[in-house]
C-alpha cells in the first residue's frame, strides 16, 4: 500500500539556519504530493504541492520538487524564522482503487531558536 | 480562505456519556474526514465519506460513528466515551467525487480536543 516516510523530529535550528526535512514515499501510479504545516492549537493547512514528476512546489520561502526518480519531496527553506516552528507533514494522494484518501507522513516537529 | 469549524473547541467528559463532535464546511465539498491525532502528533484516519449518505472506516479501527445526511455537516458520536479515546480529533474537506483528481489539498478544521475522565 502507499506509505510516506519523513525525517523525525524535533529538528532544531538557530534563525536565518538551512532547513530541509526530509520525504519519501512508496505509491501505486504517479500520485500528488502535497506538505502540510500545524501551528500549536491548529488544524493543519496547505504549505505546498506538486501533481507531477519535476514539478516544484513553492510559498513561503518554502521549496520542495517532486522526484520521481528517487520517490522524494524534500522540503527546504534557505533562512528559517522563529515563526516557523510548527509540525510539518508530507502527505500523498494516489488512485487507491479510485478513492484517492491521503496518505500522510507521521509528522516533523521544527523548532527555531532566536 | 478555508471555511470548515469544528464544535466544540474543548470537551472534558466523563466516561460513559455519549458525545457528538460537529464538523461543518461552507466550501460544497463532496469528501469530508476525520483524524485521530495522538500526542506524537500522528494523524489516523478514523472516518470518511464521498458525499450524502456515503460513509467509510478509515485505517484506525474506531469505536466511533459517522453520519452524512447533509454535504456541509459530518458529524462524528461516541455513544460510551472512554478514557482511552482522549485525544484531538481533526475534520477535514476536499473538493472532488469518488474518483476524480487527487491533487486537490484537504482543508482541516481547528480540532477539538476531548478529555474523557
Known amino acids: 500500500g502507499d506509505s510516506v516516510t519523513q525525517m523525525e523530529g524535533p529538528v532544531t535550528l538557530s534563525e536565518e539556519a538551512f532547513l530541509t526535512i526530509n520525504c519519501t514515499y512508496t505509491?501505486?501510479?504517479?500520485?500528488?504530493l502535497f506538505w502540510y504545516v500545524q501551528y500549536p492549537g491548529e488544524g493543519l493547512q496547505l504549505l505546498l504541492k506538486?501533481?507531477?514528476?519535476?514539478d516544484k512546489g513553492s510559498n513561503k520561502g518554502f521549496e520542495a520538487t517532486y522526484r520521481k526518480e528517487t520517490t522524494s519531496f524534500h522540503l527546504e527553506k534557505g533562512s528559517v524564522q522563529v515563526s516557523d516552528s510548527a509540525v510539518y507533514f508530507c502527505?500523498?494522494?494516489?488512485?487507491?482503487?479510485?478513492?484517492?484518501?491521503?496518505?500522510f507522513g507521521r509528522g516533523t516537529s521544527l523548532i527555531v531558536h532566536p | 480562505e478555508a471555511d470548515i469549524y469544528q464544535t466544540p473547541r474543548y470537551l472534558v467528559i466523563g466516561t460513559g456519556k455519549k458525545i457528538t463532535l460537529e464538523c461543518s464546511q461552507t466550501?460544497?465539498?463532496?469528501?469530508m474526514y476525520w483524524y485521530q491525532q495522538d500526542p506524537g502528533m500522528e494523524l489516523h484516519l478514523i472516518h470518511y465519506?464521498?458525499?450524502?449518505?456515503?460513509?467509510e472506516k478509515g485505517d484506525l479501527s474506531s469505536e466511533s460513528t459517522v453520519s452524512r445526511i447533509r454535504t456541509e455537516h459530518f458529524p462524528l458520536t461516541l455513544e460510551s466515551a472512554r478514557p482511552s479515546h482522549t485525544s484531538q480529533y481533526l475534520c477535514a474537506s476536499s473538493e472532488g467525487k469518488y474518483g476524480t483528481s487527487g491533487t486537490n489539498e484537504q482543508f482541516f478544521g481547528p480540532g477539538t480536543r476531548l478529555t474523557v475522565l
Open positions: 466550501m460544497g465539498h463532496d469528501k
Open positions: 506538486a501533481t507531477k514528476a519535476d
Open positions: 502527505a500523498l494522494t494516489s488512485a487507491r482503487g479510485g478513492s484517492y484518501i491521503p496518505t
Open positions: 505509491a501505486t501510479g504517479y500520485p500528488s
Open positions: 465519506s464521498y458525499g450524502v449518505n456515503s460513509t
